[in-house]
């Protein structure tokens, strides 16, 4: 039977006492009686509990009796769970990079479950704004296209024309070899506008906005804001996804049209440094070797790699947990997992379009 104070103030009787509990019960069962105790605080109550588990541990059964509610919700509290067993050791390499590979396996699965069920809630919340145009908040979509489109445009015209120049330049040393030197312009002019242009604002667009989407949301999870929104009757997918998707969608094939002109002057000025050609004679050789379904193939990849890249970004937010360090590993793995996602669509629409000899 235990009375008195078991607060952190009597610490030294506190594990005096539990010392001798611990004794007795080395050779019976122990029934600890709690209705004396006059005050229990959290340093009492980890106590008997440490006790508990130390007896339970040993073989022993140690049970409470006579403790008020409160006491019992705080030794609930209090309990102490069973650590984890460590991981067994790894039986060999070999071993070791299949189980890997099957984690990684099955994880890539439950990441395609989530983001099917994610586009899911994104189409509905989609088709409940469009119900209900008064509902849309059109200050956010054009504040994240200012913040998507515009204010990336500078850096990935940097970037597309120096791409471009360097194709253009390695183009023309290897042709030179044949006399083809000429036909860069070809190269260039399909390679950048069926490809390159789209792909590099892809990529880009996904360090660039897909972090600052994950990194915004996630700091809004972290500060709880979003459970805020839920408690005030509000979507946050309606509120927060919707505008931030809408604008990529919007954004990004108006960057990826940028970024080729962009590529395709740089191309250009190469080529009229390297090659000796001139700008009358550039322009003509890629009007005859281009079309507008050269232009519209980029064009069309631009909004599904909008879309994978929004929807990545914004899971991995919502999956952010209450620290700095969870926050930036799911920033890194929401750019990862864009960019590989943009260059795995990218290559099935080569595919898709060789096929129908588009």
């Not at 044949?178 to 590099?200: D, K």
């Not at 943009?342 to 099935?348: A, S, T």
Request: net charge neutral; with cysteine; hydrophobic share 55%.
């Amino acid at each position: 039977m235990l009375g008195g104070r078991w607060t952190a103030d009597q610490a030294a009787a506190v594990e005096a006492a539990a010392a001798r509990i611990a004794a007795f019960a080395q050779a019976r069962p122990v029934l600890v009686d709690l209705s004396r105790v006059l005050r229990l605080d959290t340093l009492g109550a980890w106590v008997l509990e440490r006790t508990r588990s130390e007896i339970e541990a040993a073989g022993g059964r140690l049970a409470y009796a006579g403790a008020s509610p409160e006491h019992r919700i705080l030794l609930g509290e209090m309990a102490l769970k069973n650590p984890e067993a460590p991981p067994s050791r790894r039986r060999g390499r070999i071993l070791g990079f299949l189980e890997d590979f099957g984690r990684r396996v099955v994880g890539a699965k439950a990441d395609l479950v989530t983001g099917l069920a994610f586009f899911g809630e994104v189409v509905a919340a989609c088709i409940r704004v469009a119900g209900r145009p008064s509902t849309f908040r059109g200050t956010a979509l054009v504040n994240q296209i200012e913040q998507v489109a515009l204010r990336g445009v500078p850096i990935i015209v940097l970037i597309s024309f120096l791409v471009g120049g360097i194709v253009a330049q390695q183009g023309i040393f290897q042709l030179q070899r044949f006399g083809a030197q000429t036909f860069v312009v070809n190269l260039i002019g399909l390679l950048i506008l069926r490809e390159l242009g789209v792909l590099l604002t892809s990529i880009m667009v996904a360090g660039r906005s897909g972090s600052a989407f994950t990194a915004e949301i996630g700091s809004m999870r972290m500060r709880e804001e979003v459970d805020a929104l839920r408690v005030m009757g509000l979507d946050p997918i309606e509120i927060l996804i919707v505008p931030r998707i809408l604008a990529l969608v919007i954004g990004l094939p108006i960057l990826a049209f940028i970024a080729s002109l962009a590529a395709l002057a740089g191309g250009g000025l190469t080529a009229m440094l390297y090659g000796g050609m001139t700008i009358e004679g550039f322009l003509s050789r890629l009007q005859a070797a281009i079309s507008l379904h050269h232009v519209a193939v980029g064009l069309i990849k631009a909004p599904f790699m909008a879309l994978i890249i929004g929807i990545i970004a914004t899971i991995e937010g919502f999956e952010v947990e209450g620290s700095a360090e969870s926050l930036g590993r799911h920033v890194t793995a929401s750019v990862v997992k864009s960019i590989f996602m943009v260059i795995v669509l990218d290559g099935l629409f080569a595919v898709f379009f060789a096929a129908i000899d588009f």
